[in-house]
Protein backbone atom coordinates (compact mmCIF):
# COMPACT_ATOMS: atom_id res chain seq x y z
CA UNK A 1 0.00 0.00 0.00
CA UNK A 2 2.64 2.21 0.67
CA UNK A 3 4.75 1.83 -1.92
CA UNK A 4 1.20 2.27 -4.09
CA UNK A 5 1.40 5.67 -2.80
CA UNK A 6 4.83 6.41 -2.75
CA UNK A 7 5.18 5.61 -6.61
CA UNK A 8 1.87 8.15 -7.59
CA UNK A 9 3.95 10.79 -6.00
CA UNK A 10 5.74 12.91 -8.82
CA UNK A 11 9.09 11.54 -8.72
CA UNK A 12 11.85 14.72 -7.97
CA UNK A 13 13.62 15.66 -11.50
CA UNK A 14 16.87 13.96 -11.99
CA UNK A 15 19.86 13.93 -13.99
CA UNK A 16 21.72 10.47 -14.57
CA UNK A 17 25.02 9.75 -13.28
CA UNK A 18 27.23 10.05 -16.36
CA UNK A 19 25.16 12.81 -17.81
CA UNK A 20 26.00 14.46 -14.43
CA UNK A 21 29.79 13.70 -14.31
CA UNK A 22 30.51 14.83 -18.01
CA UNK A 23 29.00 18.36 -17.10
CA UNK A 24 30.83 18.52 -14.29
CA UNK A 25 33.79 17.58 -15.87
CA UNK A 26 33.22 20.78 -18.42
CA UNK A 27 32.74 23.07 -15.83
CA UNK A 28 35.45 24.21 -13.66
CA UNK A 29 33.17 26.14 -11.17
CA UNK A 30 31.02 23.10 -10.77
CA UNK A 31 34.34 20.57 -10.73
CA UNK A 32 35.38 22.58 -7.64
CA UNK A 33 32.65 22.82 -5.43
CA UNK A 34 32.30 20.68 -2.32
CA UNK A 35 30.21 17.52 -2.52
CA UNK A 36 27.22 18.94 -0.95
CA UNK A 37 26.94 22.31 -3.13
CA UNK A 38 27.67 20.01 -5.72
CA UNK A 39 24.69 17.50 -5.42
CA UNK A 40 22.65 21.04 -4.65
CA UNK A 41 23.55 22.10 -7.84
CA UNK A 42 22.63 18.56 -9.76
CA UNK A 43 19.32 19.55 -7.80
CA UNK A 44 18.95 22.45 -9.35
CA UNK A 45 19.84 22.47 -12.69
CA UNK A 46 17.32 19.23 -13.15
CA UNK A 47 14.60 21.35 -11.84
CA UNK A 48 15.89 23.65 -14.52
CA UNK A 49 15.95 21.49 -17.15
CA UNK A 50 12.18 20.26 -16.43
CA UNK A 51 10.97 23.82 -16.67
CA UNK A 52 12.85 26.13 -18.44
CA UNK A 53 13.46 25.78 -22.06
CA UNK A 54 16.51 25.98 -23.91
CA UNK A 55 16.20 26.85 -27.40
CA UNK A 56 19.48 27.11 -29.72
CA UNK A 57 18.98 30.23 -32.89
CA UNK A 58 20.69 30.46 -35.52
CA UNK A 59 21.51 27.05 -36.96
CA UNK A 60 23.38 25.99 -33.38
CA UNK A 61 23.09 22.89 -32.07
CA UNK A 62 23.66 22.08 -28.55
CA UNK A 63 23.73 18.62 -27.51
CA UNK A 64 22.66 16.90 -24.08
CA UNK A 65 25.50 17.80 -22.11
CA UNK A 66 25.36 21.43 -23.75
CA UNK A 67 22.17 21.78 -22.16
CA UNK A 68 23.11 20.36 -18.64
CA UNK A 69 26.31 22.67 -18.76
CA UNK A 70 23.74 25.87 -19.32
CA UNK A 71 21.23 24.53 -16.73
CA UNK A 72 23.93 24.29 -14.20
CA UNK A 73 25.42 27.70 -14.78
CA UNK A 74 22.02 28.89 -14.77
CA UNK A 75 21.93 27.62 -11.10
CA UNK A 76 25.35 28.22 -9.71
CA UNK A 77 24.29 31.24 -8.21
CA UNK A 78 21.43 29.57 -6.49
CA UNK A 79 23.02 27.56 -4.92
CA UNK A 80 22.35 29.61 -1.58
CA UNK A 81 18.82 31.49 -2.57
CA UNK A 82 17.66 28.27 -3.57
CA UNK A 83 15.07 27.78 -6.50
CA UNK A 84 12.49 30.48 -6.02
CA UNK A 85 15.54 32.42 -8.01
CA UNK A 86 14.50 30.47 -11.24
CA UNK A 87 10.96 32.12 -10.94
CA UNK A 88 9.62 34.99 -13.32
CA UNK A 89 10.71 33.46 -17.05
CA UNK A 90 11.06 30.19 -18.69
CA UNK A 91 12.98 30.98 -22.00
CA UNK A 92 16.75 30.48 -22.57
CA UNK A 93 18.32 31.55 -26.18
CA UNK A 94 21.26 30.30 -27.01
CA UNK A 95 23.44 32.12 -30.23
CA UNK A 96 26.14 30.08 -31.99
CA UNK A 97 28.42 33.67 -30.90
CA UNK A 98 27.57 37.59 -29.94
CA UNK A 99 24.61 39.09 -31.78
CA UNK A 100 23.65 42.45 -32.44
CA UNK A 101 21.00 44.40 -30.94
CA UNK A 102 19.78 47.94 -31.17
CA UNK A 103 20.11 50.23 -28.00
CA UNK A 104 18.46 53.64 -27.11
CA UNK A 105 19.97 56.38 -25.05
CA UNK A 106 19.14 59.88 -24.57
CA UNK A 107 21.91 62.27 -24.11
CA UNK A 108 21.98 65.69 -21.99
CA UNK A 109 19.72 67.45 -24.34
CA UNK A 110 17.34 64.90 -24.06
CA UNK A 111 17.86 63.87 -28.03
CA UNK A 112 17.71 60.30 -28.58
CA UNK A 113 20.44 58.45 -29.80
CA UNK A 114 20.27 54.89 -31.55
CA UNK A 115 23.13 52.37 -32.20
CA UNK A 116 24.12 49.09 -32.30
CA UNK A 117 26.11 46.66 -30.74
CA UNK A 118 27.35 43.35 -30.28
CA UNK A 119 26.73 41.87 -27.14
CA UNK A 120 27.47 37.97 -25.59
CA UNK A 121 23.87 38.23 -23.07
CA UNK A 122 20.76 39.92 -22.08
CA UNK A 123 18.10 39.27 -19.76
CA UNK A 124 14.45 40.94 -20.31
CA UNK A 125 12.70 41.89 -17.32
CA UNK A 126 10.87 38.68 -16.54
CA UNK A 127 11.00 37.12 -19.89
CA UNK A 128 13.53 35.71 -21.95
CA UNK A 129 17.52 34.75 -20.91
CA UNK A 130 19.84 35.10 -24.01
CA UNK A 131 23.74 34.12 -24.53
CA UNK A 132 26.15 33.53 -26.99
CA UNK A 133 27.58 29.88 -26.46
CA UNK A 134 30.98 30.81 -28.13
CA UNK A 135 31.24 32.79 -24.98
CA UNK A 136 30.32 30.44 -22.99
CA UNK A 137 32.55 28.02 -23.87
CA UNK A 138 35.53 30.43 -23.91
CA UNK A 139 35.04 31.20 -20.54
CA UNK A 140 34.93 27.42 -19.69
CA UNK A 141 38.51 27.30 -21.47
CA UNK A 142 39.73 30.53 -19.06
CA UNK A 143 37.24 30.13 -16.03
CA UNK A 144 39.77 32.76 -14.12
CA UNK A 145 39.29 35.78 -16.25
CA UNK A 146 36.29 37.25 -14.84
CA UNK A 147 33.70 36.71 -17.19
CA UNK A 148 30.45 34.65 -16.76
CA UNK A 149 28.00 35.69 -19.06
CA UNK A 150 24.91 33.57 -17.85
CA UNK A 151 25.99 34.30 -14.34
CA UNK A 152 25.83 38.02 -15.01
CA UNK A 153 22.30 37.37 -17.42
CA UNK A 154 21.20 35.23 -13.61
CA UNK A 155 22.26 38.38 -11.56
CA UNK A 156 20.00 40.74 -13.38
CA UNK A 157 17.31 38.00 -12.77
CA UNK A 158 17.69 37.71 -9.54
CA UNK A 159 17.68 41.16 -9.10
CA UNK A 160 14.41 41.94 -10.72
CA UNK A 161 12.74 38.91 -8.58
CA UNK A 162 11.78 42.10 -6.42
CA UNK A 163 9.99 44.20 -9.00
CA UNK A 164 13.16 47.09 -9.60
CA UNK A 165 16.02 46.68 -11.11
CA UNK A 166 18.22 48.41 -8.97
CA UNK A 167 21.51 46.15 -7.79
CA UNK A 168 19.56 44.67 -5.38
CA UNK A 169 17.95 41.35 -5.05
CA UNK A 170 15.63 40.21 -2.46
CA UNK A 171 17.13 40.04 0.82
CA UNK A 172 16.19 40.34 4.40
CA UNK A 173 15.71 44.53 5.23
CA UNK A 174 18.52 44.78 7.88
CA UNK A 175 21.11 43.05 5.16
CA UNK A 176 19.49 44.83 2.40
CA UNK A 177 20.10 48.25 4.10
CA UNK A 178 23.91 47.26 4.50
CA UNK A 179 24.01 45.68 1.19
CA UNK A 180 22.97 49.12 -0.42
CA UNK A 181 25.42 51.00 1.72
CA UNK A 182 28.34 48.83 0.48
CA UNK A 183 27.31 48.19 -2.82
CA UNK A 184 26.68 52.13 -3.44
CA UNK A 185 29.71 53.46 -1.96
CA UNK A 186 32.15 50.67 -3.71
CA UNK A 187 30.19 51.76 -7.25
CA UNK A 188 30.89 55.19 -7.09
CA UNK A 189 34.97 54.72 -6.19
CA UNK A 190 34.60 52.26 -9.39
CA UNK A 191 33.04 54.52 -11.23
CA UNK A 192 35.31 57.78 -10.28
CA UNK A 193 38.31 55.06 -10.95
CA UNK A 194 36.80 54.26 -14.15
CA UNK A 195 36.27 57.94 -14.99
CA UNK A 196 40.29 59.22 -14.10
CA UNK A 197 41.62 56.05 -16.45
CA UNK A 198 39.30 57.06 -19.24
CA UNK A 199 40.39 60.53 -18.94
CA UNK A 200 44.11 59.90 -18.79
CA UNK A 201 43.83 57.88 -21.61
CA UNK A 202 41.62 60.29 -23.41
CA UNK A 203 44.95 62.72 -22.86
CA UNK A 204 46.97 60.53 -24.12
CA UNK A 205 45.58 57.88 -26.04
CA UNK A 206 48.94 56.19 -27.36
CA UNK A 207 49.79 55.21 -23.46
CA UNK A 208 46.95 53.02 -22.04
CA UNK A 209 46.86 54.14 -18.18
CA UNK A 210 46.36 50.26 -17.56
CA UNK A 211 48.81 48.95 -20.02
CA UNK A 212 48.99 45.87 -17.30
CA UNK A 213 45.48 44.98 -18.41
CA UNK A 214 43.27 43.72 -21.03
CA UNK A 215 41.38 47.10 -22.37
CA UNK A 216 37.96 47.00 -20.97
CA UNK A 217 39.03 45.82 -17.26
CA UNK A 218 40.28 47.56 -14.05
CA UNK A 219 41.87 45.80 -11.46
CA UNK A 220 40.16 43.01 -13.15
CA UNK A 221 36.70 43.98 -13.24
CA UNK A 222 35.13 44.63 -16.63
CA UNK A 223 34.81 48.64 -16.42
CA UNK A 224 31.29 48.16 -18.03
CA UNK A 225 30.31 47.59 -14.01
CA UNK A 226 30.44 51.53 -13.97
CA UNK A 227 27.68 52.14 -16.10
CA UNK A 228 24.52 51.54 -13.56
CA UNK A 229 23.93 49.89 -9.92
CA UNK A 230 22.15 46.72 -12.05
CA UNK A 231 25.41 46.35 -14.07
CA UNK A 232 27.37 46.85 -11.04
CA UNK A 233 25.64 44.02 -9.26
CA UNK A 234 25.96 41.74 -12.23
CA UNK A 235 29.12 42.20 -13.24
CA UNK A 236 30.80 41.83 -9.55
CA UNK A 237 28.52 38.50 -9.38
CA UNK A 238 30.73 37.41 -12.23
CA UNK A 239 34.42 38.01 -10.64
CA UNK A 240 32.55 36.56 -7.27
CA UNK A 241 32.76 32.74 -9.31
CA UNK A 242 35.52 33.37 -11.96
CA UNK A 243 38.25 36.03 -10.30
CA UNK A 244 37.33 36.10 -6.57
CA UNK A 245 40.65 37.23 -5.47
CA UNK A 246 40.83 40.44 -7.60
CA UNK A 247 37.14 40.93 -6.17
CA UNK A 248 38.44 40.77 -2.46
CA UNK A 249 41.66 42.67 -2.62
CA UNK A 250 39.61 45.41 -4.54
CA UNK A 251 36.23 45.34 -2.87
CA UNK A 252 36.47 43.49 0.00
CA UNK A 253 32.80 44.45 1.57
CA UNK A 254 31.30 43.83 -1.67
CA UNK A 255 32.54 40.52 -2.02
CA UNK A 256 31.62 39.34 1.94
CA UNK A 257 28.02 40.20 1.10
CA UNK A 258 28.73 38.29 -2.00
CA UNK A 259 30.42 35.14 -0.54
CA UNK A 260 26.79 35.77 2.22
CA UNK A 261 24.20 35.88 -0.75
CA UNK A 262 26.16 33.05 -3.09
CA UNK A 263 28.29 30.85 -0.97
CA UNK A 264 31.94 30.40 -1.15
CA UNK A 265 33.63 31.03 -4.68
CA UNK A 266 34.65 27.99 -6.19
CA UNK A 267 37.88 29.61 -6.39
CA UNK A 268 38.02 30.82 -3.27
ZN1 LIG B 1 24.06 43.45 -17.79
Not at 17 to 31: G, K, M, S
Not at 182 to 188: S, T
Request: with cysteine; net charge negative; charged share 30%.
Amino acid sequence: MFEFLRRLRRPAPSIDDELWRITVAALPWANDLDAPRQQRLRELSARFLREKTITPVQGLQLDEVQHCMLAAMCCLPLLEFGAEGLHGWSQMLVYPDEFRVKLVDFDENDVQHEWHEEISGESHDNGVLIVSWADVAAECAAPHRGDMVVVHEMAHKLDFLDGVVDGTPPLPREWQLEWARDFQAAYEDFGDEVDALLDAEDEDPDRSANDDEDPGYLHGIRITAADAPEEFFAVVSECHFSNPDALLARMPRVAAHLTRFYGPSPFA
